[in-house]
């Protein structure tokens, strides 16, 4: 996402517009208001945002008179909302209000991801502190052929495990039988549970490893298996799964971001309930002695 | 509030380089191995994200990118808790309204122009549903309806149209790894003309896709839409559309006239034909199959069918507004004009506006599909969707099967271009139908089976051209986390002394229960009321066999679909009860039976 907007033409001037504004304030500081003398500047890149906007709108250049227009407007707007700021105008606005808050909830994601940059070191960090997300989960390789619920009583069952043991070939009728794979590389526990029904995994956890065993129930049928590997359960190492990683933090990190930047701002305040009626709970949470 | 992938005021990513996906897609996609019998892909055709206008007012900020993680497993933030789907998906399109594309670009992108306009500020503010709806009201739904200009006035034009459906293509692009997760462009052109439900889902095949989505703000005739997709295929893009919720469109979508009141005739089934291979069958609005008014016989037809949303902007039940009858109506239109307008095949979808494609497991409905409007089982058990239907009458929606021979964008979209697609109310049942001669009774294997349906019959979605009563091959399986299989019925329309009949026989039954009559016996395989769970104990978890039609009459124009019917499973409502203490009114049901609907096979004369 942020990469998409990184790439967003609007984006690269607002960010630039940014650092003029910065390089601006340092180098000029603005004059004390009121003094009759402050400074609007109409610069190239205000003047070229100004008439982008415009063209959005009416999808055609500006015509000299249509310039006149746009800075008429523009001057109007900046004098009015200069004035509007010394007389107080935003205040208890709550528009104004969310909108500035949301600025804020914006501008902690971006502070927390600043802070907390993709760094090699803080990606293993992540890897190791979230198992959750990383674990491969145990996994099984394994043959297996199958006979129906109505096939249970079958002598077949038995004669082919005989076959199967002693080196003989799976029988013509049941290479695909319910168009299952003979054959399955290793699939981890949750991903056969939804090939063959709950409780497939935990069954074949049991069974030993390189011989013909069986026959396992599942919610297909009855299976004579032959596991050929038992991958136990294991954390994916960082190297292999490195991308995965850095996509999980990323979305992650915004997650928290918010959240956090406001614990430790609110750490700044003390909240006294005065008002009836607030549950205790809330009160536990927020009030500080 | 917590907003992760919403725009940010500095450039972290400014460094980041990106590559070209589109153009690495297209290698590797003629790099995947093809397998000729073809595999059952599951996927998602209808969901819409935060930029879908309506969508983003009821509180959803997920964008394509979020959409496409969740179908891939990953679990994501909505509406406030964590959710995932058990299983991933095989393949996704979002489908975002492309009315008011450039609205939602200007909502969801801060430091875009009209970000901070009042009104688009009051639709991201927007404090509760009250709030919310009254909005979407002003500036969703009465455009709509007609009359004014559509646009909010925070609109900056076409360009920034252009901007959101870019930004929809990236994500797509950006997802797509042929051979195991398929992702492809579409949208959805969205028109209700007098509160009809006209929309179409519009898929293109490949990255061929215009600079811009055609809205109903440009044309709300189903014609116009299609006279802009004929000039798309004219400069060389492969697109057709679904149009879905007839059973929303006031009887208007198997019409006997276009919607300017011309008697439909043979140009316009053509059209018709040409754009439309697919309908919706089924989605979180209801099931548009049949209903058991008009179609008494049918003794499955009760089967989610949202009666509420006769409550609501006059769409009162009419017999034209289903399936069943647009499948026989077409049928008789070959019959008159020479040209089928309605030859469609199944697609299932949710429609969700959460984000969330395919969420549709009845045991896994926790976040609900509407964003406020039914976030919590309180609000479920109590809500109306506003404008629509009672909450209760919603289901988590279908899902769409593709039988194709790889997992790659062009092989999906050209089987369902082929109609070779199944519907199901949600599980992952799978079902094969051939119409043919010379099926044997019995197969030595699956691959024997199919090889021999493909060499002596027609798939799924294909003509039967044959002199003599057709063969059915008709199979199918069990999903395998739910319950075994109750039966397999044909469903038979033709069109004969003038009128249109449709006739359900069942074909094969679980546990022999088929007698000479061609009655089953029922199943008697209730769930478990305290648990939700099934019977895992009765049905069959394969299903085959060879039907012919005893009542064949090769001058007949018919149509010929297969119905695949499981045993009884739990329905949302029933684990929302048992989860979250709520209660339901008794007359909502607690108890389903979930299915399977195979595109239709047709017999044309001449």
């Known amino acids: 996402m942020l990469r998409q907007i990184a790439r967003e033409p609007l984006f690269h001037f607002l960010v630039l517009g940014g650092l003029i504004f910065v390089a601006w304030s340092w180098l000029a500081p603005p004059e004390p208001a009121g003094s009759g003398d402050e400074v609007i500047v109409i610069d190239q890149s205000r003047l070229d945002h100004l008439q982008t906007m415009w063209k959005a709108q009416w999808k055609r250049d500006p015509a000299p008179e249509d310039v006149a227009a746009i800075i008429d407007r523009h001057l109007q707007q900046e004098v009015f909302y200069r004035e509007a700021l010394q007389m107080g105008l935003d205040r208890d606005d709550e528009i104004i209000r969310t909108r500035l808050a949301q600025k804020m909830e914006a501008v902690a994601s971006d502070l927390s991801s600043l802070m907390q940059p993709a760094t090699e070191e803080k990606l293993r960090a992540f890897h190791a502190a979230r198992p959750d997300l990383f674990t491969l989960p145990q996994a099984f390789a394994f043959r297996q052929v199958l006979y129906l619920p109505s096939e249970a009583g079958d002598a077949r069952i038995k004669t082919t495990l005989a076959t199967l043991r002693s080196g003989g070939a799976v029988p013509a009728d049941r290479r695909s039988k319910l168009s299952l794979p003979l054959d399955w590389p290793l699939t981890s526990g949750q991903d056969l549970n939804n090939a063959f029904g709950g409780g497939f995994a935990k069954a074949l956890a049991k069974l030993p490893v390189g011989s013909w065993s069986g026959p396992v129930r599942s919610g297909l049928g009855l299976h004579l298996v032959q596991v050929t590997e038992i991958q136990p359960e294991r954390l994916a190492p960082f190297d292999e799964i490195r991308d995965e990683v850095a996509r999980q933090y990323e979305y992650y990190t915004v997650l928290d971001a918010q959240q956090r930047v406001f614990k430790e701002l609110l750490g700044k305040y003390r909240v006294r309930f005065d008002a009836q009626g607030v549950p205790d709970a809330v009160i536990q949470e927020y009030a500080r002695p | ?606």
């Not at chain 2, 690495?24 to 059952?40: G, H, I, R």
């Not at chain 2, 360009?159 to 949208?187: D, L, R």
């Not at chain 2, 088929?514 to 009655?519: C, E, N, S, V």
């Not at chain 2, 019917?565 to 108890?591: H, I, M």
């Open chain 2, 1 to 606: 509030m917590i907003r992760p992938g919403c725009a940010h005021i500095l450039g972290i990513g400014l460094l980041a380089a990106m590559p070209a996906p589109a153009a690495m897609a297209q290698t590797a996609e003629s790099d995947v191995p093809k397998n000729p019998l073809k595999e059952a892909y599951f996927g998602e055709q209808h969901v819409h994200t935060g930029v879908s206008m309506d969508a983003f007012i009821a509180g959803n900020r997920l964008t394509p990118d979020d959409a496409y993680r969740f179908a891939q497993g990953e679990e994501i933030m909505v509406n406030g808790s964590m959710h995932k789907i058990k299983r991933p998906l095989d393949f996704v399109a979002v489908t975002d309204h492309s009315e008011f594309m450039g609205e939602a670009y200007s909502l969801m992108n801060e430091g875009a122009p009209g970000y901070d306009d009042e009104v688009a500020v009051a639709f991201r503010e927007a404090p509760d549903l009250k709030t919310a709806l009254g909005l979407y009201a002003e500036y969703v739904l009465t455009p709509l309806a007609g009359g004014g200009d559509p646009h909010p006035e925070f609109f900056q034009g076409e360009e920034a149209i252009k901007s959101t459906w870019k930004k929809n293509f990236e994500a797509t692009e950006k997802h797509y790894k042929p051979g195991k997760f398929t992702t492809i462009h579409a949208y959805e052109w969205t028109s209700a003309p007098g509160g009809s439900n006209q929309h179409r889902n519009v898929f293109f095949r490949d990255t061929n896709v215009p600079d811009m989505p055609f809205s109903s703000n440009e044309g709300a005739d189903p014609e116009m839409l299609w006279a802009w997709m004929q000039a798309q295929r004219d400069d060389g893009k492969k697109v057709f559309a679904i149009p879905h919720n007839s059973n929303e469109s006031k009887g208007l979508l198997f019409a006997e006239a276009s919607l300017t009141g011309v008697p439909i005739g043979k140009d316009y089934a053509e059209t018709r034909a040409s754009m439309e291979p697919l309908i919706e069958m089924m989605q979180i609005k209801g099931n548009s199959e049949v209903v058991p008014n008009f179609w008494p016989r049918d003794e499955f037809a009760d089967f989610e069918n949202a009666t509420t949303i006769q409550q609501f902007n006059g769409r009162g039940f009419v017999k034209e507004n289903f399936v069943r009858y647009g499948l026989g109506r077409g049928v008789k239109y070959h019959a008159d004009l020479g040209v089928n307008p309605f030859k469609y095949g199944f697609v299932g979808g949710t429609d969700s506006h959460n984000g969330t494609p395919s969420n549709v497991e009845e045991d896994n409905y926790s976040v609900g599909s509407h964003g406020l409007a039914d976030r919590t089982a309180e609000v479920r058990a109590t809500s109306n969707l506003e404008g629509e239907m009672l909450v209760a009458d919603m289901n988590p929606g279908a899902l769409t099967a593709v039988w194709a021979e790889s997992n790659t964008r062009g092989a999906i979209w050209d089987s369902m271009m082929a109609k070779e697609t199944f519907a199901t109310s949600g599980p992952r049942m799978k079902v094969r139908v051939f119409a043919g001669q010379g099926f044997a009774d019995k197969y030595d294997s699956y691959e024997a089976m199919v090889t021999d349906g493909y060499a002596k019959g027609v798939p799924m979605g294909g003509d039967y051209t044959g002199s003599e009563a057709p063969q059915f091959l008709v199979w199918a399986m069990k999903d395998p986390i739910g319950p075994n299989l109750d039966r397999i019925q044909i469903i038979k329309g033709w069109y004969a002394d003038g009128e249109m009949k449709d006739r359900v026989y069942d074909v094969v039954a679980s546990g022999d229960r088929l007698q000479a009559d061609g009655k089953v016996t029922p199943i008697d395989a209730p769930i478990n009321l305290e648990t939700g769970a099934f019977n895992a104990e009765k049905g069959d978890p394969e299903l085959m066999a060879v039907w012919t039609d005893p009542e064949w009459d090769a001058a007949q124009e018919a149509f010929y679909y297969v119905r695949v019917l499981q045993l009884p499973t739990a329905r949302w409502t029933l684990y929302d009860e048992l989860r979250a203490g709520v209660k339901y009114p008794d007359n909502v049901k607690r108890e389903i039976v979930e299915r399977a609907w195979a595109s239709p096979i047709w017999h044309e004369v001449n």
